[in-house]
T-cell receptor
Framework: GAVVSQHPSRVICKSGTSVKIECRSL??????MFWYRQFPKQSLMLMAT?????????EQGVEKDKFLINHASLTLSTLTVTSAHPEDSSFYIC???????????FGSGTRLTVV | QQQVKQSPQSLIVQKGGISIINCAYENTAFDYFPWYQQFPGKGPALLIAIRPDVSEKKEGRFTISFNKSAKQFSLHIMDSQPGDSATYFCAATTGGATNKLIFGTGTLLAVQP
């Protein structure tokens, strides 16, 4: 089945630094990938939708200059949290559409802790 | 209109019992309703999904019941097992070009041995 690999699984960074999270589709080409953020005991909140070769579409309230998304190839999307602050600490999850209209596969998530 | 309401927030069930989680939506453009299971520190995994043209779908111990007129759908877990203890999310999406998943608020299920 479709597999989405997300790295790193955990990252701790200092306040003010930037962190990059990678999301790869291993056995399929993903024209569309999604990035979610999940706080403890809460639901997944969609941050942005990225399409290969074009600019990401951000949800209302998500700072595009803070959360940089790049989808340069059909198998790789990256999320860079710039100038991270403790309030950015969260669980970030990517998802890729598998090509069918309703096929979504999720990565295993990245636990970001900003100290 | 983009919300999917989910209840209960948490649920405790004895082993062998039936777990029932309910969701409701407003947007009639939604045409695909998946359920996801998430374990701590992991991404969500698709459990079962339904389209609005059927009223029920069963896969093993998991059943989705769908009421299109009431705009409600539910997940039933039969013969619940301790290994089913996880957070469950309902979701909905449209068939349009934007086609993004809207998640419910989640239900933390604990199955006691």
């Amino acid at each position: 089945g479709a597999v989405v690999s997300q790295h790193p699984s955990r990252v701790i960074c200092k306040s003010g630094t930037s962190v990059k999270i990678e999301c790869r589709s291993l056995d399929f080409q993903a024209t569309t990938m999604f990035w979610y953020r999940q706080f403890p005991k809460q639901s997944l909140m969609l941050m942005a939708t990225s399409n290969e070769g074009s600019k990401a579409t951000y949800e209302q309230g998500v700072e595009k200059d803070k959360f940089l998304i790049n989808h340069a190839s059909l198998t790789l999307s990256t999320l860079t949290v710039t100038s991270a602050h403790p309030e950015d600490s969260s669980f970030y999850i990517c998802s890729a559409r598998t090509g069918t209209a309703y096929g979504y596969t999720f990565g295993s998530g990245t636990r970001l802790t900003v100290v | 209109q983009q919300q999917v309401k989910q209840s209960p927030q948490s649920l405790i069930v004895q082993k062998g019992g039936i777990s029932i989680i309910n969701c409701a939506y407003e947007n009639t453009a939604f045409d695909y309703f998946p359920w996801y299971q998430q374990f701590p520190g992991k991404g969500p995994a698709l459990l079962i999904a339904i389209r609005p043209d059927v009223s029920e779908k069963k896969e093993g111990r998991f059943t989705i019941s769908f009421n299109k007129s009431a705009k409600q759908f539910s997940l039933h877990i039969m013969d619940s097992q301790p290994g089913d203890s996880a957070t469950y999310f309902c979701a909905a999406t449209t068939g349009g070009a934007t086609n993004k998943l809207i998640f419910g608020t989640g239900t933390l299920l604990a199955v006691q041995p």
